[in-house]
């Protein structure tokens, strides 16, 4: 699964953001094993004490738990993750309003865009 990184941005916000992203959409469902810290770094392409912040941020929020022995693992909060998909798709619209109200557009007119698009497919 690729990264995509930029360094416009702290690359453990952006590395928390996925997996974030991978929790919300499924790739990691709840109560899952996750791979070890070296593993994940490997595969985004950071060093791994880069990784560890990021779960270690994402455990402090209570996305991930870690078990002594065994690893790190998705939350089985089913409810939590829901809450964040609802979250971010709020962060997400609002972004969105906001550009489309900065280019002049009224609401009904975004919703007529959106309908447009919707039928498009």
């Known amino acids: 699964m690729a990264w995509n990184l930029d360094n416009n941005r702290a690359i453990y ?8 992203r991978r929790i919300i959409k499924g790739q990691y469902l709840p109560g899952t094993r996750l791979d070890s810290v070296r593993e994940l770094a490997a595969e985004a392409g950071v060093n ?10 994402l455990e402090r929020s209570g996305l991930v738990y870690s078990q002594r022995t065994s690893g790190r693992f998705v939350t089985d909060d089913g409810e939590r993750i829901e809450r964040m998909r609802s979250d971010m798709a709020k962060r997400a619209a609002k972004e969105f309003l906001k550009h489309m109200r900065e280019l002049g557009f009224s609401a009904e007119e975004i919703k007529q865009i959106l309908d447009a698009v919707e039928e498009e497919g």
Do not use: Y
């Open 13 to 20: 916000l952006q590395l928390m953001n996925e997996i974030e």
């Open 48 to 57: 791994p004490n880069t990784m560890q912040k990021a779960l270690a941020e």
